[in-house]
């Protein structure tokens, strides 16, 4: 499999995601300011949309969309548990997690970063995205992790996007159990490999 990723962009779910499947898999950064490839590809036409995650299969085929990608690797992993099995309630859990995180709140931090959002408009902007947070820090109350004591592909893409915080000024300090969650999620082995592939972090000596 092929992950075209843009370093630290949302990509950065899947990307921690195989890393905890265990499955085979190799990196394509595509950037999301020049669309084009290492290599000098336009990388709009291997993906129309123009956008990470892409996920390529081994037989050519090809999936967009984190929440799609994350949930297909899961599958593939099935011993690996970083999902509930389909038909089963947990896993509407997941993908409620998955519509909420994807919807609510990477969707809010978009504007933030865009050059044309005016200044008096982000503090409205981070207001919302604060909002949402409560909700997140209430729902992760006694928990480890979204689902509870294990880690599943939500907690990826919750980690992902609020890793943006700090690049958005937006201070979520005073969230207790979001913090923690944070740091828990920091010190695993997998999402450390991720983010120093993607030159995130320094790797270790």
């Not at 978009?110 to 408009?121: A, G």
């Given at each position: 499999m092929k992950l075209y990723y843009s370093n630290?962009?949302?990509s950065l779910s899947p990307h921690i995601v195989l890393r905890e499947?265990?499955?085979?898999f190799t990196l394509v950064r595509a950037s999301t300011k020049t669309h084009a490839l290492d290599d000098g590809?336009?990388?709009?036409?291997?993906?129309?949309k123009g956008s990470v995650p892409l996920l390529e299969l081994d037989n050519g085929e090809r999936l967009s969309e984190g929440p799609a990608i994350v949930q297909y690797i899961a599958d593939q992993a099935a011993g690996k548990n970083l999902a509930p099995a389909n038909g089963?309630?947990?896993?509407?859990?997941?993908?409620e997690w998955l519509n909420f995180i994807t919807s609510e709140l990477h969707k809010g931090y978009?504007?933030?970063?865009?050059?044309?959002?005016?200044?008096?408009?982000k503090p409205v902007l981070r207001e919302l995205l604060l909002k949402k947070y409560e909700f997140v820090d209430a729902?992760?109350?006694g928990k480890q992790y979204l689902m509870g004591d294990s880690f599943t592909v939500p907690d990826a893409y919750l980690f992902t996007v609020t890793n943006w915080a700090k690049h958005v000024g937006l201070d979520?300090?005073?969230f207790a159990n979001l913090q923690a969650f944070m740091a828990r999620m920091s010190a695993r082995p997998a999402v450390q490999a991720a983010l120093e592939a993607e030159g995130l972090v320094k790797k270790a000596a």
């Open positions: 630290g962009a949302c499947s265990g499955l085979p590809t336009d990388y709009y036409t291997i993906n129309p089963t309630f947990e896993r509407y859990r997941v993908q978009s504007p933030l970063f865009r050059p044309t959002t005016p200044e008096d408009f729902k992760l109350a979520l300090s005073k």
